[in-house]
C-alpha cells in the first residue's frame, strides 16, 4: 500500500565521495518527484548540514544531467557524527551530542524520511537517528564494498575498473625495466578491491587484509618468475594487508574523524623488502583517491539506479529502517539496524582466492 503520509524526504551522502552518489541521488528524486509526487530536499555535506540546517531544494531538473558525473552535487563529510560532533567554541575543540539540534532541524524542515547514502559510519549515525524516531532509508555505497547485508555496494565496480587499468598501464614499465612493480590499493580491512582488481588485471601477486602474508611465499614467487625468464612481477595488494606477525601500515591519524585510523604505506614496506631479499629492483605505486574519482562504469550507473528507485519504492511503501541491497540479482532491504558496526571481508572460502591460485596469482600464503 502506498504511504500518503509522507510529502516530503530529505537525502544526504556521507562518508568518502564515489563514484554512483550522483545516480543514487538521481534516481531518487526523479522517482519520487515524478512517480510519486512527494518534494525533495538535498542536505549539503552529509550530516554536517543536518546539524547545521543547511539544504537545497532537489527538483527533477536540478538533478538532470547528473548521472555520469563523479562526487556528490550535495558535498559530503567523512568526519560529522550529530551525536558525537567536534566543535570549537572559544578557541577550544571539544565533543558535543547535537542530536537535539539536529532532530529539530529535521522537524522544522518537515521532513517526513530521510535517506542515508552512505557506508558503514554513515549507517551507524542514521541507525542512532532511527531509534529518536526519524524514518530512515539507507542506500549502501563505498568503494570497499565492506558493507554488511548487501552482496556489492555502489562504487566497487568503478574502483575496482580504475585499479585494473592502472595495473595494466604498470606492466609496460615492469617488462621494459625487468621490475617488481607493486601497486598499493584502497580498501581499509577488506581486501575485495584488491582481489578484484588484481584478479581483472591478472596481477601475479595479491595481497589482502584477510590473509597475513609470508615475504618469503611473495619473494619465491618472483624468483619463480625470473627463473622462467618473466623478468618482471605485478604484485597488488590492499592498504590493510599485513606480513605474518606485523602491523598494519598507518598513513595518518585524522584526529576529528569518528574513525581516526587511515592506512597507507605497506606498498612502500614492501617494496623495500622484497629489494632487500631479492636485490631486484622493485616500485611501488600508491592509488590512492585516483580509486574514488570520475564517472562511474554503466554497471554502478545502473546498480545505484536501482537502489535509488528501491529507496523510493520503500518511502512510498511506508518501509523504514531499511537499507536497500543486492542480494544475488535481486534488490531487497534489510533492517538499517544490522548495518553499522559490521564489516564483510572477504570469507577465507571464497571460490575467488582458489580461482586466484589456478591461474597463477599468488596470496603470498600457503592456502590450505
Ligand atoms: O572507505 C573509502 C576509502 O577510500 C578507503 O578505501 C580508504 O582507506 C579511506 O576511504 C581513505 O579516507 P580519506 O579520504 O579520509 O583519506
Not at 565496480?157 to 625487468?178: G, L
Request: charged share 25%; with cysteine; net charge neutral.
Amino acid at each position: 500500500m502506498l504511504s500518503n503520509r509522507v510529502k516530503r524526504v530529505g537525502v544526504l551522502t556521507g562518508g568518502g565521495d564515489c563514484p554512483g552518489l550522483n545516480a543514487v541521488i538521481r534516481a531518487v528524486t526523479k522517482s519520487l518527484t515524478n512517480r510519486y509526487g512527494m518534494e525533495v530536499i538535498g542536505i549539503e555535506d552529509g550530516f554536517l548540514g543536518l546539524i547545521e540546517n543547511r539544504t537545497v531544494p532537489l527538483t527533477y531538473d536540478a538533478v538532470s544531467g547528473i548521472l555520469q558525473r563523479g562526487g556528490t552535487i550535495l558535498g559530503t563529510s567523512n568526519k560529522a557524527d550529530p551525536f558525537h560532533q567536534l566543535v570549537e567554541k572559544d578557541g577550544k575543540i571539544h565533543y558535543e551530542d547535537c542530536s537535539k539540534k539536529t532532530l529539530r532541524n529535521i522537524e522544522n524542515l518537515a521532513l517526513q524520511a530521510l535517506i542515508c547514502i552512505g557506508g558503514d559510519g554513515t549507517m551507524t549515525v542514521a541507525t542512532e537517528l532511527a531509534e529518536r524516531g526519524v524514518p530512515i532509508v539507507g542506500v549502501p555505497k563505498t568503494i570497499d564494498n565492506d558493507l554488511y547485508g548487501t552482496d556489492i555496494t555502489f562504487g566497487h565496480d568503478t574502483a575496482v575498473s580504475i585499479a585494473a587499468e592502472a595495473m595494466d598501464r604498470i606492466h609496460t614499465t615492469a617488462q621494459s625495466h625487468h621490475r617488481v612493480m607493486i601497486v598499493e590499493i584502497m580498501g581499509r580491512y577488506a581486501g575485495w578491491l584488491a582481489l578484484h582488481s588484481g584478479l581483472a588485471s591478472g596481477a601475479d601477486i595479491i595481497l589482502i587484509p584477510e590473509l597475513d602474508y609470508e615475504i618469503d611465499i611473495v619473494c619465491e614467487k618472483v624468483w619463480e618468475r625470473s627463473r622462467k625468464g618473466r623478468r618482471f612481477s605485478i604484485i597488488a595488494v590492499a592498504e590493510g594487508a599485513k606480513p605474518k606477525g606485523g602491523e598494519l601500515v598507518v598513513s595518518r591519524i585524522v584526529k576529528d574523524s569518528p574513525e581516526k585510523i587511515r592506512l597507507g604505506g605497506v606498498g612502500i614496506k614492501l617494496a623495500n623488502d622484497i629489494e632487500d631479499r631479492t636485490g631486484l629492483e622493485t616500485r611501488a605505486t600508491v592509488l590512492g583517491h585516483l580509486q574514488r574519482g570520475g564517472t562511474p562504469t554503466a554497471f554502478d550507473r545502473i546498480l545505484a539506479t536501482r537502489y535509488g528507485v528501491g529507496a523510493a519504492d520503500l518511502i512510498a511503501n511506508g518501509q523504514f529502517d531499511r537499507m536497500v541491497a543486492l542480494q544475488g540479482r535481486d534488490i531487497v532491504s534489510v533492517p538499517v539496524t544490522e548495518v553499522g558496526g559490521r564489516s564483510r571481508k572477504v570469507p577465507l572460502d571464497s571460490p575467488l582466492l582458489s580461482i586466484a591460485e589456478a591461474v597463477g596469482s599468488s596470496l603470498g600464503v600457503k592456502l590450505g
